[in-house]
Every structure is written in structure tokens, then in C-alpha cells.
């Protein structure tokens, strides 16, 4: 199946500091990137929609300016975590859909802890 | 009300047993029915994908969805201890729109 990847895995930030995540989609061109933050033993909850080239749609809720998501290429899209305190620690996860279908793969996600 | 339910579990069955997965939706414009299998500290991959009402096999994997009853199983055969993860199902409206999950089903298969 189609690869989608995100880096980091893991990354240990301190708080008050910017943490950038990458999803990459490997073998196909993805003109939607979703991002998602997952919490032991809940399911996923979407963050934002991310459009190649144009500004990315947020979920009711979600501080835009926190997290400030772009989507440069359509294999390419980052999540920035701006000043990052401890309740922000989670697994964040991003998927892509695939550019002349409407299959959605995810990456392996990453997790994120502040201190 | 959420748009889209389900028993979070856990659920243990033996190795070899049938294992029958279920969700609701509330939403009638749900059109695309995916199901995704998700081991922990991992990103969900997709298992199935199913368009409108009907019936889907993929090797021991069975999707059936019933849109009047608004109602999405999956059905595992033969379930092996590898199949233990958690599983989520998931719908969409069009096939460009965003995807809705459940709270995901947890299952453990014992040898």
C-alpha cells in the first residue's frame, strides 16, 4: 500500500519551545493532509484539513496560531506546535489522500512530549 | 451524540474464534464506510473500504454496511493473536470529504 511518513517519531521539546512534525507521502501525490492528536486509549481527533497550496481548514476548537499547519508540495506537509507547554504532549498522526483516488493512509504518527 | 459509535471493548475472544465488530452512525449523508486496525503507538491502517450499502471480503476480513439501519460490522474469520489491536471504524460523506471516526473497538485474541 501507499507509504506515508512522518518524522519525528518521537521528539522531547521543552516548554515554550517550537516543534515542527513532517508526513510525507512517499509513492504518491496527496492534495489533502489531514492531521490528527490522539490520547491514550481515545480515538482520533481531528485537527485540522490541509489543502496543497492553500490555508488549512481547522476544527472547531483548535488554535490556529498554536498550530500552524502548511502544506508547500503535494508530498509535503508540516505541523508546527508554537510554544508548546505539557498538555500539548500527544501522538500526533497525519494522513494523505491519495491525489487521483480517495484512499486515505496514515503515517506512523509521532509523539510529542513536553517538559 | 456522536456521529459515529462504538463499543470501545475490550473484547477477548480465543484464538480461531469469529470475531464480530459493530458501529452506528448518526449521520444519513455518510456514504464511504472504512474500517482501520490500530496497534498501539502506531498510525491506523486501513483495512477496508466500502462505498454505500452492501457487502465486502478481503481474505479473512468481511465489511457489511447497512445504510437503512445506519449500522457497519466488520467481521474477522479464523482471528489470530496478531489480530489484536484496536479497531476504528470510520465514515465519510463524499469520497473528498473529511473522515469520522469512532472511538475504536479494542480487541485482544488469546492463543
Known amino acids: 500500500g501507499a507509504v506515508v511518513s512522518q518524522h519525528p517519531s518521537r521528539v522531547i521539546c521543552k516548554s515554550g519551545t517550537s516543534v515542527k512534525i513532517e508526513c510525507r507521502s512517499l509513492?504518491?501525490?496527496?492534495?489533502?493532509m489531514f492531521w490528527y492528536r490522539q490520547f491514550p486509549k481515545q480515538s482520533l481527533m481531528l485537527m485540522a484539513t490541509?489543502?496543497?497550496?492553500?490555508?488549512?481548514?481547522?476544527e472547531q476548537g483548535v488554535e490556529k496560531d498554536k498550530f500552524l499547519i502548511n502544506h508547500a508540495s503535494l508530498t509535503l506537509s508540516t505541523l508546527t506546535v508554537t510554544s508548546a507547554h505539557p498538555e500539548d504532549s500527544s501522538f500526533y498522526i497525519c494522513?494523505?489522500?491519495?491525489?487521483?483516488?480517495?484512499?486515505?493512509?496514515f503515517g506512523e504518527g509521532s509523539w510529542l512530549t513536553v517538559v | 451524540q456522536k456521529e459515529v459509535e462504538q463499543d470501545p471493548g475490550p473484547l477477548s475472544v480465543p484464538e480461531g474464534a469469529i470475531v464480530s465488530l459493530n458501529c452506528t452512525y448518526s449521520?444519513?449523508?455518510?456514504?464511504?464506510f472504512m474500517w482501520y486496525r490500530q496497534y498501539s503507538r502506531k498510525g491506523p491502517e486501513l483495512l477496508m473500504y466500502?462505498?454505500?450499502?452492501g457487502n465486502k471480503e478481503d481474505g479473512r476480513f468481511t465489511a457489511q454496511v447497512d445504510k437503512s439501519s445506519k449500522y457497519i460490522s466488520l467481521f474477522i474469520r479464523d482471528s489470530q493473536p496478531s489480530d489484536s489491536a484496536t479497531y476504528l471504524c470510520?465514515?465519510?460523506?463524499?469520497?473528498?470529504?473529511?473522515?469520522?471516526f469512532g472511538p475504536g473497538t479494542s480487541l485482544s485474541v488469546i492463543p
Open positions: 490541509s489543502n496543497e497550496g492553500s490555508k488549512a481548514t481547522y
Open positions: 466500502t462505498y454505500s450499502s
Open positions: 449521520n444519513s449523508a455518510f456514504q464511504y
Open positions: 470510520a465514515c465519510m460523506k463524499t469520497s473528498y470529504d473529511k473522515v469520522i
Open positions: 509513492d504518491f501525490q496527496a492534495t489533502t
Open positions: 494522513s494523505a489522500r491519495v491525489r487521483t483516488g480517495n484512499t486515505i493512509y
